[in-house]
């Protein structure tokens, strides 16, 4: 079935990883029209040129809750739940933006908090470009103006918004301790500054 998670990744992860995403908010990916044209029964390899595609980030919008584009290959993402490896190959690669922002948010949701950290700091120096809904921002942006309109932010500004906050798009996002905490405990080393000699 095209709404149901892949049964390698249930065995392995002893969870349905859909679970992140609200019921509702899933529900309606499940009827929405993109989801039923563009991503029944695709890979992880088929999504690639689909998220190299997008042209903004978004959550549900309008009254009906409609969900972008994003949100749905995010949802299917999680039905199909790579491996850290599969993922690290959108995370890694420097040519396109859309993807790369798509495996962070995937990787906020399924690593460790080590791993989250380790993975996503490196993206904090990337400071291209991107196209979002003014309301999806606006919580962690305060100078962004919610009037619903597409606003530019950078990639550096959703991967800090992965890291420290607690929904983003409408989607909860897993606890996340404290870095010094991570550290203190010898998860995570210390964090060294681009500044420093």
Sequence with gaps: MANTTDEGALHRLGYDPQNHIPPITR???????????????????DLVPLAVSLSYISGTQGPMHTPSPFLCMLLKLLQLAPTTPEISVYLDQTHFKYPRILAAFYIRLMETPAAVHRLLEPLLSDYRKLVARSVDVAPFMPTVSTNGTFVIVHVDDIVDALLTQRELFGIPLPRLPPRPLLVETAQLSARKSALAL
């Excluded at 529900?27 to 390899?45: D, E, M, Q, T």
Aim: without cysteine.
């Design 27 to 45: 529900s309606s990916i499940h009827r929405s029209p993109y989801w039923n044209r563009h991503l029944f029964g695709v890979s992880v390899a």
